[in-house]
């Protein structure tokens, strides 16, 4: 799986959209990029994923670059309750195994 | 529907002593996980299974065993604890392989003295 970068702190102000950039230089062209968040002492948390097109659900949206050497997840309208540790993630679609490694993550602060 | 439940919650064990954590899943799902999380480390796979019956090793497998004995559970076991497995430990499942999402437990934190 390729490796990918991530800033370790970010602050964004409430209401403000938070945009948080992850470098995958490495990525192969059957690997996606999935975004997960963990909120402080609880399991991680699924937010979105894609291969080389935007996508949007209701939590967030996925931009990745036409190269697909990097990404940004966008949360459009960061609330206090989106305080968390951000992770970045690329795996091969289908895996023996399924098996996601996760890095150090971006830590996301959310200020009033 | 309670998803992905683990128990215990939190142990605390001496060095040498062994216990076992239950992952339980009501989902159905084909793929579940053990991780462990330690401070500026992330989350690093342990074990996985990919059905019942079936286990595999992860990024740091040693000093611990699982098994799957039924679909619905997945149990890490640790036979003689050391205090370098001191951490939080994370049980995922998934409905399969590819695109699948992970669900993760609440988590099970670990102190070995």
């Known amino acids: 799986d390729a490796k990918t970068t991530q800033p370790p702190s970010m602050d964004c102000a409430e209401g403000r959209a938070a945009n948080l950039p992850c470098n995958h230089s490495?990525?192969?062209?059957?690997?996606?990029v999935y975004w997960y968040r963990q909120i402080h002492s609880q399991g991680p948390q699924y937010i979105i994923h894609?291969?080389?097109n935007n996508e949007t659900n209701e939590m967030a949206s996925l931009i990745i670059t036409e190269d697909r050497k990097s990404s940004t997840l966008i949360l459009p309208h960061a609330t206090l309750r989106d305080t968390a540790v951000y992770y970045c993630?690329?795996?091969?679609?289908?895996?023996?195994?399924?098996?996601?490694?996760f890095g150090q993550g971006t830590e996301l602060s959310v200020k009033p | 529907n309670a998803g992905v439940t683990q128990t215990p919650k939190f142990r605390v064990l001496k060095t040498g002593q062994s216990m076992t954590l239950l992952c339980a899943q009501d989902?159905?799902?084909?793929?579940m996980y053990w991780y462990r999380q330690d401070p500026g480390m992330g989350l690093r796979l342990i074990h996985y299974?990919?059905?019942?019956?079936?286990?595999a090793k992860g990024e740091v497998p040693d000093g611990y065993n699982v098994s799957r004995l039924k679909k619905q559970n997945f149990l890490l076991g640790l036979e003689s604890a050391a205090p370098s497995q001191t951490s939080v430990y994370f049980c995922?499942?998934?409905?399969?392989?590819?695109?699948?999402?992970?669900?993760f437990g609440e988590g099970s934190r670990l102190t070995v003295l």
């Open positions: 995922a499942s998934s409905y399969s392989s590819s695109l699948g999402e992970l669900f």
């Open positions: 490495t990525i192969s062209g059957n690997e996606y």
């Open positions: 894609g291969l080389k």
């Open positions: 993630i690329v795996r091969v679609a289908v895996e023996i195994g399924g098996k996601l490694i």
């Open positions: 989902m159905n799902h084909e793929y």
């Open positions: 299974s990919v059905g019942e019956g079936t286990t």
